[in-house]
């Protein structure tokens, strides 16, 4: 796992092989490789995969790409970040935060993508009644952005499908793009452009 502690900011937290096995930047990837292309991130399509793009109402922006996969499902978010620090350590505390204000529980767990969350959620279930949903908070710094997703279904329990639910994560290529943005800002994500992608 690499540490690195900056002078002007949070370290990074991500695996120590994350540029040969990936969350990957653009400059990293396989430019031969079929990728679905969605604007901020690029997925990799592979046998019983499917994609969900998540709009916000109001604006009509595409704020997440929901990944189904394996019984699992994976919901992922491009962040603009600081070039030398990292936003993982700060992201996890407010999702714990958050979680402990919804009254669920929630540990922190060093994971095959380092450190991680396991939260209990309270939700309803589809008869109206209070019932509790397992999800796993993963995350990795990159250079200038950082990769959220939270893991659900099979993945948060069964030890093969969190391993192929895994291996998804690290195979996305992340676009950060020249622009300059704020860090925490979402890397726009659009529609892809792959015919029968969507």
Do not use: H
């Not at 002007?8 to 040969?20: F, I, Q, W």
């Not at 992922?76 to 970040?81: E, G, H, L, N």
């Not at 030890?159 to 726009?188: N, T």
């Amino acid at each position: 796992m690499t540490d690195q502690t900056e002078p002007d900011g949070p370290r990074k937290s991500a695996p120590a092989d994350r540029a040969e096995s990936g969350p990957f930047d653009d400059s990293e990837a396989n430019p031969v490789r079929p990728y679905i292309d969605l604007g901020g991130i690029k997925i990799l399509p592979r046998e019983g995969l499917n994609l969900r793009l998540e709009v916000e109402e109001q604006t009509q922006r595409i704020v997440a790409v929901g990944l189904d996969y394996v019984g699992s499902t994976l919901q992922v978010q491009p962040f603009a970040a600081p070039r030398s620090s990292g936003l993982w350590d700060e992201t996890r505390e407010q999702i714990r935060q958050q979680v402990r204000q919804q009254g669920g529980r929630v540990e922190e767990r060093e994971g095959p993508l380092g450190a991680e969350l396991l939260a209990e959620v309270p939700v309803t279930d589809p008869d109206g009644q209070p019932a509790r949903r397992l999800a796993r908070f993963v995350g990795v710094d990159g250079p200038r952005w950082f990769l959220r997703g939270v893991i659900g279904g099979a993945a948060t329990g069964d030890v093969e499908a969190a391993e192929r639910v895994e291996d998804l994560f690290r195979s996305i290529v992340v676009v950060r793009g020249g622009s300059p943005m704020p860090p925490r800002d979402l890397i726009p994500l659009k529609m892809p452009s792959t015919p029968g992608a969507a």
